[in-house]
């Protein structure tokens, strides 16, 4: 049962994958993965630091692939 995607307290996403992760992977990672907040709205597709965890620049976020995430 994947539960990775759960409805409480927000999810985990890999900046490597884009693809959601358990809460022990993202506690495990935090510098690969970003916490997402549970029923967060569009960001419109900007980027943010999956070490930080605040939004940075396209260009930015383009030359970091691993350490950073699009989101939505």
């Given at each position: 049962?994947?539960?990775?995607?759960?409805?409480?307290?927000?999810?985990?996403?890999?900046?490597i994958s884009g693809r959601y992760v358990t809460a022990a992977?993202?506690?495990?990672?935090?510098?690969?993965?970003?916490?997402?907040?549970?029923?967060?709205?569009?960001?419109?597709?900007?980027?943010?630091?999956?070490?930080?965890?605040?939004?940075?620049?396209?260009?930015?976020?383009?030359?970091?692939?691993?350490?950073?995430?699009?989101?939505?």
């Amino acid at each position: 049962m994947n539960m990775a995607k759960g409805k409480s307290g927000g999810s985990y996403r890999s900046a490597i994958s884009g693809r959601y992760v358990t809460a022990a992977h993202g506690k495990a990672s935090p510098r690969t993965t970003v916490r997402e907040a549970a029923g967060g709205g569009s960001t419109g597709g900007t980027y943010r630091s999956a070490i930080s965890g605040r939004f940075v620049t396209t260009a930015h976020g383009k030359r970091s692939p691993n350490t950073t995430i699009k989101d939505s």
